[in-house]
């Protein structure tokens, strides 16, 4: 069966300092991977997409990047973190196609102080 | 384009009384739609989906949906509300682009709550 893990758990960073979240999935090849946030008491906030190794689609412009070096490993990441990139950070995967759910991790929350 | 609302941003029953949470949906094209819950602090947990067929959807945890067409709506529903019910609730519909990747686009969600 197909699992997806992300960490860390939860992670207090300040202002100004680097970020790097990671997300890997088990038990399935050349997934749909997906980053979202969701700030406090705010809905689903879509960041980035991935159909392939090396192929990143942004969604929104922001002090984020995103990459994917291996067939199920998405990594977020940021040079230098602004207060207002706190929140809960999820990954998902999804197969190839259309109308196939997605799977959401275990989330990250992230406190930039 | 595709679009979701969700009708009420917090909804409130009793234990043991009918749970109905809202959705609409906007599509130019057959739709596949989606429920799904967050605890806190968690991650969002598949409720169900209808893609084709039967529009009346059985999910986990005693909820249904009913997707219908005249009405484009995908309402959640549960009989009987348990404590363990209060969650929040996010109805999704899926968008396909060619190239073979699909992005679900998501209602702002439905925070449940659910007292004695």
């Known amino acids: 069966s197909q699992t997806i893990h992300q960490w860390p758990a939860t992670l207090v960073q300040p202002v100004g300092s680097p970020l790097s979240l990671e997300c890997t999935v088990e038990?399935?090849?050349?997934?749909?991977l997906y980053w979202y946030r969701q700030a406090a008491g705010r809905g689903l906030q879509l960041l980035f997409y991935?159909?392939?190794?090396?192929?990143i689609s942004s969604e929104v412009p922001q002090n984020l990047s995103a990459s994917r070096p291996q067939d199920r490993q998405f990594i977020l990441s940021s040079k230098k973190l602004l207060l207002s990139d706190s929140g809960f950070y999820l990954c998902?995967?999804?197969?190839?196609?259309?109308?196939?759910?997605?799977?959401f991790g275990p989330g990250t929350r992230l406190t930039v102080t | 384009a595709q679009s979701v609302t969700q009708l009420g941003s917090h909804v409130s029953v009793s234990e043991g009384a009918l749970v109905l949470l809202r959705c609409n949906y906007s599509?130019?094209?057959?739709?596949?739609l989606f429920w799904y819950v967050q605890y806190p602090n968690q991650g969002l947990q598949l409720l169900l989906k209808?893609?084709?067929?039967?529009?009346l959807v059985k999910g986990i945890n005693g909820f249904e949906a009913e997707f219908k067409k005249s009405e484009t709506s995908f309402h959640l529903t549960k009989p009987s509300a348990h404590m363990s019910d209060a969650a929040e609730y996010f109805c999704?519909?899926?968008?396909?682009?060619?190239?073979?990747?699909?992005?679900?686009?998501f209602g702002a969600g439905t925070r449940l709550a659910v007292h004695p």
């Open positions: 998902a995967w999804t197969g190839q196609g259309v109308g196939y759910e997605q799977y």
């Open positions: 038990g399935t090849s050349n997934p749909n």
């Open positions: 991935s159909v392939g190794i090396g192929q």
């Open positions: 599509s130019s094209v057959p739709p596949y």
């Open positions: 209808y893609t084709t067929g039967a529009t």
């Open positions: 999704a519909v899926s968008r396909s682009f060619s190239g073979g990747y699909n992005k679900l686009i």
